[in-house]
């Protein structure tokens, strides 16, 4: 599979470098700003700086990213393998909002009390804002001692989200959603009932709306053809304008995403860049819990066990549940270390369990499938 193509918009800054500094430069303005702090600091003289070295030229392909002002940046503290430290760079953190207890009418008063959060879908699309513009750095170690930070770009692989018309009838304008907004969702469940022939199945019987998705995209265009994901969204959400304004404590559990990263470069570049060619598709849940009753899965535990998923800045993280991944080197990317094997081998096998129960064809991860390095199976 090509990498994404250079017309992209992820790719736009690709080819000049007006910002990136070598590791001696910046040593140097480093120490004269600590001069000028202390006082000490004079200015240099002209002949001073023409006895100066001349500056090297800038090296190419290094895009304006707030990642990149370390060239080579710190060996990780812990000992996790370099798919681990992928997975961790990744993994998109969003907003925490919390219905208000007024909004509450008919749940028990545990079910109030509780305030269960939630995140909305454009926040989640926010977060993928910087990394679809600059890419994404993640932190790798080359062996065994080489820091690199590789850059990924993030594409919207595949979407599904189901929702439950009771939930949507309990929107009210009080939490800041019009009846127009319930009533627009309300028609987008009746028009998918009218697409899929009224949810009958063969046998004659009718079954709930909830079983098909309100709204589903499955990316087929090759990776060169294709928009970084805000993009991708902002041309979905055209058409579909509640991609950005769903919640998901509107959404069913069975609602999900697959995001495909594709390399775009490194810092420092070298010999081994080839080594790093691997590309990943990784699934997250889009709904959380409202109550209760509401079933748990790994993604979106009940009410009272979300507060492991926040993470130090009090965002909800949405983990990966499952993963594909598309000339993957054993030697770089996989760890000695038994426990962190059994992860992504069983983060494999959820993604295969997750498509196969929904009987969801997604073309990119049959690609990703029948391509796959089984090395680390």
Not at 26 to 52: D, F, I, N, T, V
Request: hydrophobic residues 30%; contains cysteine; charged residues 20%.
């Amino acid at each position: 599979m090509a990498g994404p193509s250079s017309s992209s918009r992820g790719l736009g800054g690709v080819g000049v470098d007006r910002f990136y500094s070598p590791p001696h430069v910046r040593r140097q303005q480093q120490e004269e700003q600590l001069q000028r702090l202390k006082g000490h600091h004079r200015p240099s003289s002209p002949a001073a700086q023409a006895q100066r070295p001349p500056a090297p030229p800038p090296k190419p392909s290094v895009p304006a990213t707030p990642d990149a002002a370390a060239a080579a940046p710190p060996p990780p503290e812990d000992e996790a393998g370099n798919l681990e430290r992928f997975l961790r760079s990744t993994t998109p953190s969003v907003p925490v909002q919390y219905l208000p207890k007024t909004s509450m009418r008919g749940w028990r008063i545990a079910d109030a009390t509780s305030s269960p959060p939630y995140f909305c879908l454009g926040d989640l699309w926010e977060a993928f804002n910087e990394w679809s513009f600059y890419g994404r750095g993640v932190p790798l170690v080359l062996n065994g001692s080489d820091s690199v930070i590789q850059y990924y770009v993030p594409y919207l692989s595949a979407i599904q989200l189901y929702a439950d018309p009771l939930k949507l009838s309990a929107r009210t304008s009080s939490e800041g959603s019009s009846e127009t907004d319930v009533d627009r969702l309300r028609g987008s469940l009746e028009a998918t009932c009218r697409l899929e022939g009224g949810f009958q199945r063969d046998d004659g019987e009718m079954h709930s709306p909830s079983t098909r998705p309100i709204f589903e995209y499955l990316e087929t265009d090759p990776p060169f053809g294709r928009e970084p994901l805000t993009d991708k969204v902002s041309i979905l959400a055209s058409k579909f304008p509640d991609l950005k304004t769903l919640r998901s404590c509107d959404l069913l559990p069975t609602s999900w995403m697959s995001v495909a990263w594709y390399p775009i470069y490194r810092i420092p570049t070298g010999p081994t860049l080839k080594d790093l060619d691997a590309c990943f598709l990784t699934f997250h849940y889009l709904s959380t819990p409202t109550k209760d009753t509401d079933p748990a899965t790994p993604a979106c535990p009940r009410v009272g066990g979300l507060n492991h998923c926040m993470d130090a800045a009090g965002k909800l993280i949405l983990p990966v549940f499952g993963l594909a991944s598309y000339k993957l080197r054993s030697s770089i990317w996989s760890s000695n270390r038994p426990e962190e094997q059994q992860h992504a081998a069983s983060l494999m096998q959820a993604a295969d369990d997750w498509l196969r129960h929904r009987q969801v064809y997604h073309p990119d991860y049959r690609f990703f499938l029948t391509h796959y390095n089984t090395a680390l199976r």
